[in-house]
């Protein structure tokens, strides 16, 4: 928009706000004020008529008067003037007209946009700038287009024109949060990084809830501006006439030469190594094109792609292994740079399952080296082919030789990644779950160190609900994991049993196919496991039967054989959150399902003291569970009774009565409580002392 076209806009706006004030004057009750709006109106509707047309394309709305509001030659009969109704009528009808012709112009307006799109899609990024600039011509305070068209010259490095159009959609719409964005690239790619934050950072104030985009943005500056600041220092350097600096140019130009032998590349390439001592010197290997005189070598590149059979072939291999990662480590850029090549991406992946355990060990250091950092994570699940990767990482650590170490610290780190879990959900159960299970199975010396890191990178993967549902339902998984219970429980590998414990309930809390076979006795040896020295594998034990037995019946009546009522009861009067929490669910569920459970625990918990107590519990799952359980032992003989003169009416009630805010805790307490009257009616009277019966009935209706 040029200057002329602002002055339109301006007088414009002007007028409108005119003819507002004239509008509620006409409207007046007041026949004076009416008279001389009419006049006003005559005067202004003059006024504008004399004016010379626009040239601007600005969509706007000029009064197109009546002619016989105009002054008229001398020799035309005069007309009276035009009554308030008749002005009305006449701003409505000119607004109207202008309305639909704006809604012609923002159709024409929006099928160039959509034109300027798919052009933008194909990367004919100037006549997607042509299009735009159209639909501009249509419509000019359409912010998409600007910020479309400021895209469009971003990626044609136009970035001062990018800037213009940003703001120009930010005075169409102030909450443009693309023209924020598209700002701070323009910004970026003149180098203003200053500007360009404070750009990003404006998004926060118009959407906090963006914190995650914002965030990637600002570190995108940062690298950038590290970089400049890189190659500032390392051209100064190399002006200067260092001889630091002078030798990495020097070492790469005698790299350069073609059909040499390994150890000549192969030295050539350890002294570079030798030179490359900091930042200064990563960046000067990178500004003198050395990661192309390394990809570009034909003797080298054969090396790294395990083809070639002359001798010294590894030493060269592994040479050029840790060169890369002495000029990539704590340097994004070069980091970016050496995934960029599609030879180097495939050899890196290759290498991984070479027989050189040298080579593999190598080439597993640079990979590691790239996960330790976000940057580095996100560069290799963008760039790598991650199923071959992650085969040759799970064979590494089944292979259980001194490369499973680093395979799993890599598995660790990109597990925790969001978008390594989405793209590892369609081959989990292939790449994933075989060898995992595999391990399981074998547990011996050599991997029970191993397993512990393992056990916890599959949980991590299973934070992903898709990821979860598929180990879940996987029979091989329950398997092995109840095969490995028992081993482990031995001392010699118990650094495995805690972890998988953990696993085990977190993937049954979600889901578990029909294993009753090995349900049973997975339960069978949770049982024993409440009887271990050690506290928090009693607690994972109790975890793991009150997840798996309610949706075992057949494992249920198992461990009450076995004397889980006995064990449960004892770790409830021990007390502890998470123990209590886990016992009191498997102990409702052993008593739901046996009369023989609750006879024995009426029998062992003596006028069910520890059940009573666990109904004064500030933790609600324990209050309901506990509830459930007390109900349960009703139906012994003799309970009830034993509870006469015990808070027992008072601590249902209070439950009932609003002290828990969870429905079902209300529902199983008043149920609990009208079991309780209706086996031994005694217990009305003292219910009837605490107003009971009205408290049941007004609470009934809130849970119903």
Known sequence: MDLCESEDLEKFLTNVDRISDLVKELNSSDSATQKKAVEKAGCLVASLEAEKPSKSHINRTVINPNPSCVSKPVNETSVPSESPENFMKALEKDAEERRKARQVKEKQANALKEKGNKAFALGDYELAVKVYTEGLEQLRNMPALYTNRAQAFIKLKKYKEAIIDCEWALKCNDSCIKAYVHMGRAHLGLKNFTESRLCYEKILEIAPERETLVKAYLTQ???????????????????????????????????????????YYCGGVV???????????????????????????????????????????????????????????????????????????????????????????????????????????????????LLRMVEFLMDCICKEDNSGTTALAILENLAGETKFRIQSRESFTKVFSPPFEHLLENVAASSQDLLPCLISVIGAMSVDEVIINKLASREEFWKSSFCAMERCASCEYRRVLYPLLGLMINIASHQIPDIQEYSIVGCRRCVTLLSDPDGGIITRAAGLLSVVLPKSSAATQEVGQHGVVKKLLKILKRGGQTSSRYSIKALAVCTASSQQACEELVKLDKRLVTMRKLLGSSDDLVVGNAALCLGHCLAVQGAAASLLGTDCIMLLLSHVAGKSKRVDVQQNAAITLGKLCRVEPRHMVKLRELNGVEILHSSMKVIT
Not at 233 to 260: C, F, M, Q
Request: charged share 25%; glycine share 4%; net charge negative.
């Open 221 to 263: 500056v940062d690298l950038e501006e590290k970089k400049v600041l890189q190659e500032e220092a390392a051209l100064r350097e190399l002006t200067d006439g260092k001889e630091e600096a002078l030798a990495i140019p020097e070492l790469l130009t005698k790299l350069n030469r073609p059909n040499e032998h390994n150890l």
């Open 271 to 385: 002294l570079l190594t030798q030179a490359v001592i900091d930042s200064t010197g990563q960046t000067l290997f990178r500004l003198n094109s050395g990661f192309s005189v390394i990809a570009g070598n034909n003797t080298i590149r054969s090396c790294l792609a395990q083809i070639s059979k002359e001798l010294h072939s590894e030493e060269l291999c592994l040479s050029v292994l840790r060169l890369w990662i002495m000029v990539c480590r704590g340097n994004e850029e070069n980091q970016q740079v050496l995934l960029q090549c599609l030879s180097t991406r495939e050899q890196i992946v290759q290498l991984l399952s070479t027989t050189s355990l040298a080579v593999k060990q190598e080439c597993l250091n640079l990979v590691s080296m790239y996960c330790q950092t976000q940057h580095g994570r996100r560069l290799v699940i963008e760039n790598l082919d």
